[in-house]
Structures are given as C-alpha cells and as structure tokens.
C-alpha cells in the first residue's frame, strides 16, 4: 500500500519526466504483448516486421498524438478522418494540377489547421460542446470531400512525392521517422511550454484556470488546430503511401486514436494525458493487430482482442489510481 | 527423366522472367468490365489444359473485404475447397468492416511478410492496396485481384463483368413489360467501381432501342437495408405506378422488397438484386423477391483459386478471367439451389 501511494505521488510530482509510473504500466503491457506474441509467431519478432508494426501503427500515432493535446484540454475530436480525407484530397487535386510539391504540403496543412480553427472557435467562442461540434465536422468535412471530387480517388501523384513518403531516413520508414519527430514536438509543447500547462490547466478545471489567467479560448482554438494539422499530416503519409487520395479515406480513424489516447493513461475528463504513453497505446494497437494476422486469428477476434485490451488498460489504470 | 526436370526447370525460369520483365513494365490501368485481354472461365480447360499437378508445400494468402458479407464469406469457401482439392495451404483474411482501409492494407503487408508463394486481394477501394501490390511485385510473388475493386496496375484479375449484372435485370424488365412503364435504381456507394457499372448496365439498356420503359428515379443507398428501405418508399410514394426496382445488391433489394410489401403493391412492382446471396435465394423462394442477379461466390473462389494456381505453374492467362453469373427467378431457381459446385458447374456450363 506505502509502495503505491509513492509510486502515485512519484507520478504526481514527476508528471513532467519523460516517464511517469502510468507510462511504465504502458511500457509493462507493450513488453507483454510483444513477449506473447513473439513466443507464438517466429515471424513476430524479426526485423522487417517490426519495421512493418511501426509503419502500420504511425498513421493512427500521428492522429491520436493531435487527440491527446484536444483530450488533455478537455475536449474530442470527433472529425479527424473527415479532416485528413479532405487534406489529402486538397493535397493531390493540386499536385495533379501540377503545383510545386512544397506547396501543395503546405495547401493541405492549411486546411487541416482551418478545420481545426473552425471546431476551435464553435467550441471556444460560442459555447458548443466539443463532441457535438465535431460530430458535426465529421459530416461536413466529408461532405466536402466527396462533393469536390463526386466520390471518386484522385490519381496521378507525382512520383517525386510518393517516393519520399515510401522511402527510408536514418534506416526506417520515412513515415515513422516523421511522426517520431512530431512526437517529440508534441512532447515538448505539452511538457515544456506555457501553452502545455495551459492545456492541462484547462482541461483540469477551465473555471480555476480562467481565473488564474489561463487564456482558455485560445488554448482549446490551439490544441484543435494541433490536432487538424496533425489529420492533414497523416493524410499526405497516407497519399503518399497509396498513390491516391480517397475522399472516403480516414473512416473511424478518430476511434482508434481515441483508444491509443485512452490507453496511454488519457483521460476523457481532461487534464491528464501522456505523450509517450499514447505513442506506446498506438503501438499496442498495431502490435495486436499485427500479431493476430500473423496467427490467422479472423477479424472478428482481433475486435475482440482490441475491445479487451483497452477495457483492461482502463480498469488497471483505475486500480491504480484508487489505491493512491 | 532429369533432362526433362531440367527442361522444365528452365522454362519455368524464363517464364519468370518474362512475367518479371511484364511487370517492370507500367501495365494500363485496367478496367475490369472492357479490357480486351480477357476469356471466360468456361474456356480454362479447353485453352490452356487441366490445372498442372501442384508443388507440394504451395501456400497462398488471400484477403478480402469483410467477412460480415455473406458474400466475401463465400468466396473464402470457394478458396479453401479447391485449395484442399490440390493440397494447397490457404490462409483466408479479411478487414474487420468495409470501411476499414487501414487495417486490410495491413494485413495484405503481413501476409507478404509471411512468404506465402502467391496471394488473391479484393480490396476496399481500387487504391487502399496498392502499396501491398508494389511491395509483392517487388518481392515477385503474384497477386491476383478477385472481383469488385480494381487495383488500376494489378496485372491479373477474376471475376464478373458487373455492367452484365445490369444489362440482365434490364432484359428482364423489357421482356416482361411489353407495354413499357417506370423502374427505378437502387446504388450502392457512389464512386465504387461496382456499383456505377451495374447501374450504367442497367439505366443504358432499359434506356436503348426506343423500348418504352422509362428510369425514373437512381438513388444511392449506399449498399444499406436501412437506407434502401427509406430511399424505395420515398419513391413509391412519388411514383405510386412503378412497375419495378432494380437494386445494386441484394441487402439492399431487400430493404426494397420490404418498403413494396408496407406499400402492398407486391402485384404491380417487381424487384430484382445483385449476388445471390441466401437471404435473396430464401426471399425468391417465398415469392417476395423477384429475382437476383447470382455470380455464384463459391465458384467464383474456386476459378480464382484455380487461375492463381494456373499462373504459379507459369501458364499466360488473359489478364481477367471472367466468372459465371445469371439471373435467377422463381422459375429457374431450382435449377442453380444447389451446394453440390460440380452440379452447379454442369449447369452454367450448358
């Protein structure tokens, strides 16, 4: 009992560390899967497939690292596919039409983060409810996509672009290493900056935080725009990956960035949330995933699977909490 | 003996490299329904000779859509049963839903990691797998498109000629309403390959040769009961004379059948579906569905399975292979009710 009411106050008073108690809870549950998996599958834990694991859990990282900063100030964001399909349809529509690449990133970064600015500003300034405002988006979003290109892909990207999102930096895929290095920004706005204890503050109690000074309007309208900027980015990986922009892509992609969030040790009461923890969650996710392929077990399982794994990451992360 | 083996061996070889040179090739974008390069499955046997004796120890991974559809169930079966008619390891996959891009390309990647000797896609949309087909031509294993989404740079497919699936139910319409009156269509999800040939099929033929049927409505209902269901009743009540629907797939022409018979104009309005799934065979039987557009998903996974085997022992198959369908009604349907796939065979190929 002494051991855990310290190891809560260790993660009380260390929430600043790169490493808290809650994301070695995380990290234990990463190990474990990977120890399972890699004693059932001989394929699990080799070189290429690890690889392949953070290839394929970099996508859904890149959205749920935007999530925790909106779920962290106390909000949702229910529109981050519908935001990623339309900046990527943004995205190829100019390449196509033979806009220098650079500026056609920049086209589609800026519709993610007007998108953001948009759900910030209805949540911010007239008072809506963050769930209600981007479930809103989540139609209007798609509803723009789709009616722009009539429903169908947009090809023809140009190679050049397709062959730095396919290619390798530093030895991994070019995908992971981006995302790595938005992590890392991610982390150091949330831990070392003002706007991230803004984040906190707000999410924590927006009453207090409003007295104290905090500029609540601005640090939810930011932490939006983080998270539409961070859907567009996702968007141009996957662009790039696919050779194509689908206006239906990026369909449930905010539930899967919700349970890497969740699973990372966010809370969606606000104020509470990890970084490295959501990187881990999203890497759990891919691993299950990955690992459940790799023995043949049916989709149907892997549901199953996943449902488990965030209930359980949820009820330990309550025990834990209790007993401090 | 080991002169022949050597023989062989060589040919197979140049043949790989053949098919390796092809593929280094940027191939067309391919249409599944006009590409000239193309032959029935009818013609397998006759054209290119009995499938060669398999090598021992031949895997192949196959992922489709979802296996919530009847109809992506079916086709696994068709897979697994002439798989185990030639020893052959199958490993059958599919997305958790039909929305799921993400999660199917990433179970293609894992297969390919696997080392499976060949593997059979039907994807989502005609891009999500696109980077599974590079990575498997990079790794030389040959990948089979089977039905529905085309993968544009795929360099073989299987399945059916969904504008035919149109083209049938308008023939039927036009036969049996010599005096002419309103159909209507109901779509599947807007901008899916599928779903926009069967209703061009239809809506062209019904509109050609000055026959005096008329398309009055063509709605997309997004290949839902639910939503098929609201979308017929909506347009019953506007056209309370129509004499029939046509719908892109049988969920859907379901729901249709279900808003006619709250409507209670079974008698004036006949509606026929797409797939032949069992809930279609069953709502025929009972006399509440018309009829249904079948392309037979069991025998279709038995051709595919049978054209990438074809292809592992280095035969040059047209780049598609169509697969069989046929309009069944109340007066055919219990010629094609049958599990037995050699009967079924039989029949199609009369």
Redesign the interface.
């Known amino acids: 009992m002494n051991n855990a009411t310290n190891a809560t106050q260790t993660a009380k008073a260390g929430f600043k560390l790169p490493f808290g108690m809650r994301d070695f809870g995380t990290f234990i549950g990463l190990v474990i899967i990977f120890a399972v998996f890699s004693w059932l599958s001989p394929?699990f834990f080799t070189g290429?497939?690890l690889i392949?694991i953070l290839?394929?859990s970099s996508?859904?990282a890149c959205i749920a690292l935007g999530m925790t900063l909106v779920i962290v100030s106390g909000g949702i964001d229910l529109s981050v596919g519908p935001i990623a399909a339309l900046s990527a349809v943004v995205a190829a529509s100019l390449m196509v039409a033979g806009v220098p690449i650079p500026l056609a990133v920049m086209a589609a970064l800026g519709a993610g983060a007007l998108c953001g600015l948009f759900n910030g500003a209805l949540i911010a300034y007239a008072g809506l409810q963050p769930f209600i405002v981007t479930l809103g988006g989540l139609s209007l979003y798609r509803a723009l996509s789709?009616i722009y290109?009539?429903?169908?892909?947009v090809?023809g990207i140009p190679p050049e672009f397709r062959a730095f999102t396919?290619g390798d930096t530093l030895g991994l895929p070019t995908p992971v290493v981006i995302v790595a290095v938005i992590a890392l920004i991610c982390w150091t706005v949330l831990n070392k900056t003002p706007l991230g204890e803004y984040f906190m503050a707000v999410g924590g109690n927006q009453e207090a935080a409003r007295i104290a000074g905090v500029p609540v309007a601005r640090t939810k309208i930011s932490a939006f725009v983080f998270s539409g900027v961070l859907a567009a980015v996702a968007a141009l990986i996957?662009v790039g990956?696919?050779?194509?922009a689908?206006?239906?892509?990026g369909?449930?992609w905010e539930l899967d960035a919700i349970a890497a969030a969740a699973i990372g040790g966010a809370s969606l009461m606000g104020g509470k949330g990890s970084i490295v923890g959501t990187v881990m969650g999203a890497v759990i996710l891919?691993s299950l995933?990955?690992g459940l392929?790799?023995m043949?077990v049916?989709?149907?399982y892997?549901?199953l699977a996943t449902g488990i794994i965030i209930i359980a990451a949820m009820l330990i992360d309550s025990a834990t909490r209790k007993s401090g | 003996m080991k002169a022949t083996h050597f023989t062989q061996l060589a040919t197979t070889l140049a043949l790989v490299g053949l098919s390796s040179v092809a593929m280094a090739q940027t191939l067309s974008p391919l249409n599944s329904d006009t590409e000239a390069d193309r032959m029935d499955w009818s013609e397998l046997d006759a054209k290119f000779g009995e499938l060669p004796a398999v090598p021992e120890g031949t895997s192949v991974g196959g992922v489709s859509k979802?296996?919530t559809n009847e109809y992506w169930r079916s086709l696994g079966e068709g897979y697994v049963n002439m798989a185990k008619a030639h020893n052959v390891e199958v490993?059958y996959?599919?997305?958790?839903?039909e929305?799921?891009?993400?999660?199917q390309?990433?179970?293609a990647?894992?297969?390919i990691?696997?080392g499976f000797d060949a593997l059979l896609f039907s994807p989502q949309?005609?891009?999500?797998l696109?980077?599974a087909l590079e990575q498997a031509n990079e790794k030389g294993i040959p990948v089979l498109n089977v039905n529905d989404a085309v993968i544009?740079g795929v360099a073989n497919y299987v399945g059916n000629v969904q504008k035919d699936n149109g083209v049938r139910a308008a023939g039927w319409f036009i036969e049996n309403n010599p005096n002419g009156g309103k159909v209507a269509v109901i779509e599947g999800q807007?901008?899916v390959f599928a779903a926009g040939q069967r209703t061009a099929g239809f809506t062209e033929t019904i509109n050609a040769e000055g026959n005096s049927l008329e398309v009055v409505a063509s709605v997309p209902a997004n290949w839902s009961r639910e939503l098929a269901f609201n979308a017929a009743t909506t347009i019953i009540q506007q056209h309370p004379d129509l004499v029939g629907f046509y719908a892109n797939n049988d969920g859907m022409a379901l729901g249709v059948v279900e808003a006619v018979k709250a409507a209670d104009l079974q008698d004036q309005i006949a509606v026929i579906g797409t797939d032949g799934i069992s809930d279609a065979y069953a709502s025929i039987k009972a006399g509440d569905l018309t009829g249904t557009i079948d392309s037979f998903p069991v025998l279709t996974g038995e051709v595919a399975m049978e054209v990438v085997l074809r292809l592992l022992a280095g035969q040059d198959l047209p780049r598609v292979v169509s697969t069989p369908q046929a309009l069944v009604t109340a007066d055919n349907i219990d010629l094609y009710s049958t599990s037995d796939m050699a009967a079924l065979r039989e029949v199609l190929l009369k």
């Open positions: 394929v290429p497939n392949n290839q394929q996508i859904n789709l290109t009539g429903g169908n892909p090809y396919n996957l990956r696919l050779g194509a689908d206006p239906t892509l369909n449930l891919g995933r990955n392929t790799l043949n049916q989709a149907f892997q549901l | 979802t296996l490993v996959q599919a997305a958790a839903n929305g799921d891009q993400l999660g390309l990433g179970i990647e894992n297969l990691t696997q949309t005609d891009v999500n696109q980077p544009p807007p901008g």
